[in-house]
């Protein structure tokens, strides 16, 4: 997590440009500047603090975080148990698997272009590319060729020869839209058996003349049960982690 913390305190250093990045110091005094040089600096305090303000949201966006959170709400809809788990647990939970994941994503970009800048070894561009392109590998790997010839059709730009011509302006769009298809795709599966044991306890319910009886007080106890036979969490962790290329 210090890694992936270190990367997008990296990343948000492309504002400033230049070979360098100089962190300004910070008081609570209140006094006019009295160079452009103090206004750039104070300038750049409110960028920096904006951008960490913000870092969560990108974070969700480059990662599978969206696969995960989506399956997951469609697992507690199909099963019928309303706020069980709670919202904060299955947040929390996907959040966890994300981390999970991306960390051999995270390590490689932080060695590759990260690590190498801090020791002045590399200048500031090469450090960017470097630090950006196992993100950018991991997303068009699991984003639809479709999808990525969408946006590049919007912005009227040429196929690129390598994943580096890939700008994130189109990458993150793209790979956002795959991940909520393939979301959805795996929830209509999970709700495929759900579907069938509330037909069955529905059909059985009529055949004896309790049209009354809500069915959902019937299934929902089957339906916990089968979930809890298969070994249902094992079994939708696994598959969803191996989905990931």
């Known amino acids: 997590m210090v890694k992936l913390l270190s990367l997008f305190l990296f990343l948000s250093a492309t504002l400033f440009g230049g070979e360098s990045v100089t962190i300004p110091t910070m008081n609570f005094s209140l006094s006019a500047p009295d160079t452009p040089q103090q206004l750039v600096s104070s300038l750049n305090v409110l960028v920096v603090l904006t951008l960490l303000f913000l870092a969560p949201s990108m974070v969700l966006v480059m990662t599978t975080f969206t696969r995960f959170v989506i399956v997951f709400g469609f697992l507690r809809q199909a099963m019928g148990t309303q706020q069980v788990p709670p919202t904060q647990l299955l947040v929390m939970l996907a959040m966890i698997l994300t981390f999970f994941v991306m960390e051999p994503v995270g390590t490689k970009a932080y060695e590759a272009g990260i690590k190498p800048y801090l020791a002045q070894e590399i200048g500031y561009e090469e450090a960017f590319t470097k630090t950006t392109l196992p993100f950018k590998t991991f997303m068009i790997r699991n984003t639809r060729e479709k999808d990525l010839a969408l946006f590049f059709r919007i912005r009227k730009m040429e196929n690129p020869q ?20 393939t979301a959805f795709e795996i929830g209509f599966l999970l709700f495929l058996p759900f579907l069938v044991i509330d037909m069955v306890v529905a059909s059985i319910l009529m055949s004896m003349g309790m049209m009354m009886l809500p069915p959902v007080m019937i299934s929902l106890p089957f339906k916990i049960l089968v979930f809890v036979l298969i070994d249902g969490w094992n079994l939708l962790i696994g598959n969803l982690i191996a989905s990931i290329k």
């Open 162 to 181: 390598t994943v580096a011509d890939v700008p994130l302006s189109i990458v993150i769009p793209a790979f956002v839209i795959s991940e909520m298809k």
